[in-house]
C-alpha cells in the first residue's frame, strides 16, 4: 500500500510540473505575433454544417456565414440530418438569397451520427479545404483567411485549427464554468502543445482539412463518438501536423442545463474510450507524433483516473479519521499544488483572453472543488455504458446537443 501511495505522489508531481510547462508554453504562443499574410492563390473552401433539428439556431449560424470573408471561391452547405422541424425551410431562404449558401437533403442510413453526415458532405462536393462548424456556431468574419493562411504556410500540414469560444458564457454558472474550461483547454492541449511539439488536435468545429488528406485517412470513423479525436490521432499517424490558430475564432452554444451537459460530455469521453481501445490494437497509433496523443489518452483516461480515485478514498478516508500510512509529504498537500496548478491555469486563461472579473476570478477559485471533480464521475458513467455496450454488442449511438433559444437580454 506504502508503494502505491508513492507511485501516485510521484504521479501527480509529474502531472504537476507537465502541465505547468504547458502553460508556460501557452502564454508564450499566445503572445507571439504573427507575420502578416497574403497568398498568391486561395484554394476552394467548402464550409460543411451537419444539422439535425438545428431551427432554434440555425439562423444566427446563417447569417454569421454570409459574413465570412475570404477571396478564394467559399461555398456553405448545409447538411441536413432528417431535421423534422424548419431547418431545410431557413436554409432554403438563405440558398435562394445568398448563392453560396447550399442546402443539401442527407439520405438516411446506419449507424447515425456526425460522422456519417460529415462522410455524405464530402462525397457530394469538390473543393480544395473544408471547413466543418456545429450549426450552432458564429465564426468571425475572417477565421476562414487565418485557417487558410495558416494550413498553406505550415510544413507538412493537413489543415488548421481554430480557436472555440461560448457565445452564451454568461447564461448561468455552469456555462460560465464551461467557457472557461474551454480557455484553459485551449491555452494547454492547443497552443501550449503546439509550441512544444507541434501537435494540434481537431475541435470538432472551426478546423479545416485538406480533401486529399481525409480521401487517403478514409473519411471519417462512423462509428466514433468523439469523430474529431480519432481523426486526429489517424492524421498524426500519416505524419501530418495541424497547426493550431488562435486568430481564427468561432463563437458557439454550450449546455445551459446539467441534463443536457452530462449527455453531452459522456458522449464525449466514451468516444474517447473507443479511441483508447483503438490505440491498443493498431501499432500506427504509437507512431512519431501519434505517440504524444496516445500516451495522453493512457494517462489521462486509465491512469490518472485509477490513482484519482484512490487519492481521493485515501483523503476522505484522512478527514474521517480512519487509519491511513503516514508520509513526510503530506497527501493534503499535493492536493493543495494540484489546486494552485489548477488555478494558475484559470487566471492564465482569463488574463490572456481579457475577461478577469471579480466574478470570473471567484468561479475560477471554485472550479477544481466542484466543476473539475464532475470528470471522475462522468468517466465512470462512460466507462459503464461503453462496457455494456460491448456485452450486449449493441453499438452507442450519438446523441445530438440539445438547442436554446438566444436570450436576447444577455
Known sequence: ????????????????????????AGVIQRLTKNEIITLDHYPSVAVLIPAHN?????????????????????????????????????????????????YIKVPPGKPTGKSRVLNYGLSVTKSDYFLVYDADNQPNRDAVIHLVHAAETTDNSAGAVG??????????????MIAIEFQVFQLLMQSG????????????????????????????????????AELTVRIAAMGKTLPVVHKAQTWEQEPEDIRIFIKQRTRWLTGNLYLL??????????????????LQHILTYMIFVILLLISNIWFIGGLLGMSVPYFDIPL??????????????????????????????????????????????????????YFKSKLTKKTITWDKTKRFKKDENL
Not at 481537431?202 to 480521401?215: D, P, Q, Y
Open 277 to 294: 481501445e483503438k490505440s491498443f490494437s493498431e501499432i500506427s497509433y504509437w507512431k512519431g507524433k501519434t505517440f504524444i496523443y496516445s
Open 163 to 176: 480557436y472555440v469560444r461560448t457565445v452564451n458564457a454568461d447564461q448561468n454558472l455552469l456555462t460560465r
Open 1 to 24: 500500500m506504502s508503494i502505491l501511495m508513492i507511485l501516485i505522489i510521484l504521479f501527480f508531481w509529474l502531472m504537476l510540473i507537465f502541465y505547468s510547462v504547458l502553460t508556460i
Open 193 to 228: 502543445r503546439w509550441k512544444l511539439f507541434k501537435a494540434g488536435s481537431l475541435a470538432g468545429t472551426n478546423m479545416l482539412l485538406k480533401r486529399t488528406i481525409l480521401e487517403e485517412a478514409g473519411g471519417y470513423d462512423p462509428y466514433a463518438l468523439a469523430e474529431d
Open 54 to 102: 438545428e431551427g432554434v439556431v440555425i439562423k444566427d449560424t446563417l447569417n454569421a456565414m454570409v459574413k465570412l470573408d475570404y477571396p478564394g471561391e467559399l461555398t456553405v452547405y448545409v447538411l441536413d440530418d432528417n431535421s423534422q422541424d424548419d431547418t431545410a425551410e431557413i436554409t432554403r431562404e438563405f440558398s435562394s438569397v445568398f448563392s453560396k449558401i447550399r
Open 332 to 385: 493534503l498537500f499535493i492536493w493543495f499544488l494540484s489546486y494552485v496548478v489548477y488555478t494558475s491555469q484559470v487566471i492564465s486563461a482569463l488574463a490572456l483572453e481579457k475577461v478577469i472579473t471579480p466574478f470570473n476570478l471567484f468561479v475560477g477559485l471554485i472550479m477544481y472543488f466542484t466543476y473539475a471533480q464532475l470528470f471522475l464521475v462522468l468517466l465512470l458513467r462512460s466507462a459503464g455504458q
